[in-house]
């Protein structure tokens, strides 16, 4: 179900869907559907207007607003904004209004109004938000996923292990489902009750992965979560890559913590992510010389020996290259520009 909320839309909820669906002439199964979808919509209007009400007192400029509840983000923008590069952990994200373009590697998606952004594994994307106004500003909502939990759910579930050759899509994008739905609002009502966070959240967490388990993407969950599966056996090797990216790596040591030849390791990093080991070394310390530069003010040849480059001028190619920009020119343009290094689903290179 992709709801996109016309004036009439928002007329009708503003005096009630649900009324509107039962007074309908329809009936039998078609009534009791669009009382669902009315029902949905009403939901969906509460929780964005949930979003709005607190990225108001805590978004950063970029309107990324971080909450008390572990793992959850909200975005609330409102204008278009600049390609932004990121890496992505696995996590859902809640489009409620707007749309944001996404590239990983070759694969490009668009996730609109009404639609839940699935990404499961640990890649770099470069995105865009392409639909915003400040009548109608994109909102979202980010939830990262747990892969012990996929793990755990999965073999109660008794899923079929997936095949470890077998191909991987890291990102789609699939309408937002009532059940989904209900869990990312239940998760924003804890942020008023504090205390019922650690009581009530690992409840809701479980409930969202068990139906994420049922969808129509198990077989990609399942795979990130099969430790038989190469994304699951990646997952050091990556982890390693995310804490050292400074400093030098051998393709030795990261395939032996993949438990794997290192021919085996290009190959199979490759898949998952889209880039080599050396690509994606790079990426991390290129988006992250970017934000110390936007955010801490660091100079380019500062940022470039902050984050392991032994040559500027190598330094300045790679990131020309990536950004399409020099440094000291892209670093400006994004202090005083709308499009900020900050996103609902990164996880920020520290």
């Known amino acids: 179900m992709r709801v996109v909320y016309s004036a009439a839309t928002e007329h009708r909820l503003a005096n009630g869907s649900i009324d509107f669906a039962r007074s309908s002439t329809m009936r039998g199964v078609e009534q009791e559907h669009a009382l669902s979808l009315a029902m949905q919509e009403v939901r969906m209007h509460q929780l964005m207007q949930a979003i709005e009400a607190y990225a108001r007192h805590h978004a950063n400029d970029s309107g990324l607003a971080l909450t008390p509840v572990p793992g959850v983000r909200m975005k609330v923008f409102s204008q278009p904004s600049s390609r932004f590069d990121a890496v992505y952990r696995p996590l859902v994200c ?5 749309a944001k ?23 770099p994307v470069a995105a865009r938000i392409v639909e915003a106004s400040p009548k109608r500003p994109y909102i979202a909502m980010a939830i990262d996923l747990d892969v012990a939990l996929l793990r ?3 073999a109660q579930l008794g899923a079929a292990p997936s095949k470890p050759f077998q191909h991987m899509r890291t990102m789609f994008a699939v309408d937002t489902e009532a059940a989904a739905l209900d869990c990312a609002a239940r998760l924003v009502q804890l942020i008023d009750r504090p205390g019922a966070i650690p009581l009530l959240r690992p409840g809701i967490m479980q409930e969202l992965h068990y139906w994420l388990l049922s969808g129509p993407h198990s077989a990609a969950l399942s795979t990130l979560a099969n430790p038989d599966g190469y994304a699951y056996r990646l997952t050091p090797a990556i982890s390693i890559l995310q804490a050292e990216f400074r400093s030098r790596l051998t393709i030795d040591r990261l395939a032996a913590a993949a438990a794997m030849s290192a021919s085996n390791f290009h190959k199979h990093f490759k898949q ?15 988006i992250e010389a970017r934000r110390l530069m936007v955010e801490n003010g660091f100079s380019s040849t500062s940022a470039s020996v902050e984050v392991g480059y032994e040559s500027v001028s190598q330094f300045t190619r790679d990131y020309r290259r990536m950004f399409q920009a020099p440094p000291k020119r892209d670093s400006l343009r994004l202090r005083i520009g709308p499009g900020k290094v900050s996103d609902d689903g990164i996880a920020r290179v520290t």
């Open 94 to 98: 809640l489009i409620l209004q707007g």
């Open 152 to 154: 755990k759910l999965a």
């Open 101 to 123: 373009q996404l590239v990983i590697g070759k694969e490009e998606r668009l996730a609109r109004t009404g639609q839940t952004l699935i990404v499961s594994a640990d890649v």
């Open 272 to 286: 998952v992510t889209s880039l080599t080991p050396g690509q994606y070394q790079k990426y991390l310390r290129l």
